[in-house]
C-alpha cells in the first residue's frame, strides 16, 4: 500500500486521528536526529496485528509529521515479516527508487523482511547509498493503546541527551573491565579492554548511518569470551518471538563468555527453547549461547513496558546481548541478538563505581 490507500487504511481502522495527535510532537525529530533539509522521506511501516497496530500508527504519524514540515514524504504499509519472509514488491520499489543521500524510517512489528536484490543487509545497502535512517523494530507485542509511552520515550531533548551520551561512551571506551551487581543478585565482569563503544543517541545526521528511535543506551561487544559470573534478568527478555515482561527473575550462569545454565519459571523455560530453537537452525550453533553486548539504558522518558527498543533505553537499567555482535564491531555471528534488562545496577569501571 503506498500513501493514499497506506492513509486510508488508517482512517478505516480508526488510527488516523491517533497517527495526527502523535504526529505533533514527532516534527521536532527530523533536525536532530536527521539534520533534514530537502531529502526525499520514505517511510516504510506494516498494518501489524489486532489491537497492536503501534508500527502503522507510529509510520502514520512520522508521514504526517514530514508532511507538515512540507517535506518530500512517501508512506509504504505492507502486512507484517518475520524472520525468513520477504518485504512487499512496493518496499523493495520505494527503497530502490531511491536515489543516494536521502531519509527512510522503518517502523516494523516484526522485521523489515528480505530487501532481494538490495542486498541481504539493510544497514550496508544504507551506507552504501549515503542513506540515514531511524528505526523502531518488533512493536507487536505493544497494544496500540500503549503507544504513548513510545511516543514519551522517543520526546526527549536531543542535545542535552547526546552530550551526557558521549561523556559515558568515552568513560565506557577507556575502561577494560566491567563489574555489576544488582540488588535481585547480578554479579558479573565483562572484559572489553580494546574494545570501541557506542552511543545510541539518536544523532544519525551523518550520511550512511541510523539507528534506533527511541535512543538512548551506550553499549559495547565484549573482548572475546571474557565475561564470567552470574546475570539476573529481572526486568524483560528478548525471544525469537516476543519480548517478555519478566514476572519471575531467569538466573544465568556465564562462564568463558558462553550461557551455561539457565534457572527460572516459565520465562527461563522460554528462553531457553529459543537457544535451542537457534541452535538447531543456526551455521554456527556454538555462538547461540555467546553473551555479545553490554548495554546501559540512558532515556529518562524510557520505561520497562515489553517492548525492547524501548526496555533497553530505560534509565536505571543494564542489559545484556545473545548471539551476534558482528554488525556493531564484535566478531560473533549468529542467527539471533537478543537483549536481556535487569534492573538497578551498580556498575563498575576498573575497580571504580560509576555513578550516571
Known amino acids: 500500500m503506498e500513501t493514499l490507500e497506506s492513509l486510508k487504511w488508517l482512517k478505516d481502522h480508526n488510527l488516523y486521528d491517533l497517527s495526527y495527535k502523535f504526529s505533533l510532537s514527532l516534527k521536532k525529530i527530523f533536525t536532530p536526529c536527521l539534520a533534514v533539509k530537502d531529502e526525499k522521506v520514505l517511510i516504510v511501516g506494516d498494518i501489524g496485528y489486532e489491537n497492536r497496530n503501534v508500527a502503522a500508527v507510529l509510520s502514520g504519524a512520522y508521514y504526517l509529521a514530514a508532511e507538515q514540515l512540507n517535506l518530500d514524504a512517501k508512506l509504504i504499509f505492507q502486512n507484517v515479516k518475520s524472520r525468513g519472509d520477504v518485504s512487499d514488491e512496493g518496499v523493495v520499489r520505494g527503497l530502490s527508487e531511491l536515489k543516494t543521500g536521502n531519509i527512510i524510517i522503518l517502523n516494523m512489528s516484526d522485521k523489515l523482511g528480505n530487501i532481494k536484490e538490495l542486498g541481504k543487509s539493510f544497514r550496508r545497502w544504507v551506507a552504501k547509498k549515503n542513506h540515514r535512517f531511524i528505526s523502531a523494530m518488533?512493536?507487536?507485542?505493544?497494544?496500540?493503546?500503549?503507544?504513548?509511552?513510545?511516543?514519551?520515550?522517543?520526546?526527549?531533548?536531543?542535545?542535552?541527551?547526546?552530550?551526557?551520551?558521549?561523556?559515558?561512551?568515552?568513560?565506557?571506551?577507556?575502561?577494560?573491565?566491567?563489574?555489576?551487581?544488582?540488588?535481585?543478585?547480578?554479579?558479573?565482569?565483562?572484559?572489553?579492554?580494546?574494545?570501541?563503544?557506542?552511543?545510541?543517541?539518536?544523532?544519525?545526521?551523518?550520511?550512511?548511518?541510523?539507528?534506533?528511535?527511541?535512543?538512548?543506551?551506550?553499549?559495547?561487544?565484549?573482548?572475546?569470551?571474557?565475561?564470567?559470573?552470574?546475570?539476573?534478568?529481572?526486568?524483560?527478555?528478548?525471544?525469537?518471538?516476543?519480548?517478555?515482561?519478566?514476572?519471575?527473575?531467569?538466573?544465568?550462569?556465564?562462564?568463558?563468555?558462553?550461557?551455561?545454565?539457565?534457572?527460572?519459571?516459565?520465562?527461563?523455560?522460554?528462553?531457553?527453547?529459543?537457544?535451542?530453537?537457534?541452535?538447531?537452525?543456526?551455521?554456527?550453533?556454538?555462538?547461540?549461547?555467546?553473551?555479545?553486548?553490554?548495554?546501559?539504558?540512558?532515556n529518562p522518558n524510557a520505561q520497562i513496558i515489553g517492548a525492547m527498543i524501548v526496555d533497553d533505553k530505560t534509565l536505571g537499567t543494564a542489559h545484556i546481548g545473545i548471539g551476534s555482535n558482528y554488525w556493531f564491531g564484535g566478531s560473533i555471528y549468529a542467527i539471533i541478538h537478543l537483549d536481556q534488562v535487569f534492573k538497578n545496577p551498580t556498575i563498575y569501571l576498573d575497580g571504580e563505581q560509576f555513578k550516571i
Not at 511516543?151 to 552530550?163: E, F, G, R, S
Not at 566491567?178 to 570501541?196: C, E, L, M, Q, W
Request: net charge neutral.
Open 138 to 298: 518488533s512493536l507487536g507485542d505493544l497494544a496500540t493503546s500503549n503507544i504513548d509511552l513510545i511516543l514519551k520515550a522517543i520526546d526527549v531533548n536531543y542535545k542535552p541527551l547526546q552530550t551526557q551520551h558521549e561523556s559515558i561512551r568515552q568513560r565506557l571506551e577507556k575502561a577494560k573491565e566491567v563489574h555489576i551487581t544488582t540488588p535481585a543478585g547480578t554479579d558479573f565482569y565483562y572484559n572489553k579492554s580494546g574494545i570501541n563503544a557506542i552511543s545510541a543517541d539518536g544523532n544519525y545526521t551523518m550520511p550512511g548511518t541510523g539507528g534506533n528511535l527511541p535512543a538512548g543506551e551506550v553499549y559495547a561487544p565484549p573482548n572475546g569470551k571474557k565475561i564470567e559470573g552470574k546475570i539476573v534478568i529481572d526486568g524483560s527478555s528478548r525471544t525469537h518471538e516476543h519480548t517478555i515482561l519478566i514476572r519471575n527473575p531467569v538466573e544465568l550462569t556465564i562462564s568463558n563468555g558462553e550461557i551455561t545454565d539457565i534457572k527460572g519459571g516459565e520465562e527461563a523455560k522460554q528462553l531457553e527453547n529459543t537457544l535451542k530453537w537457534a541452535a538447531s537452525v543456526a551455521k554456527n550453533p556454538g555462538n547461540v549461547r555467546r553473551i555479545c553486548e553490554l548495554g546501559i539504558g540512558l
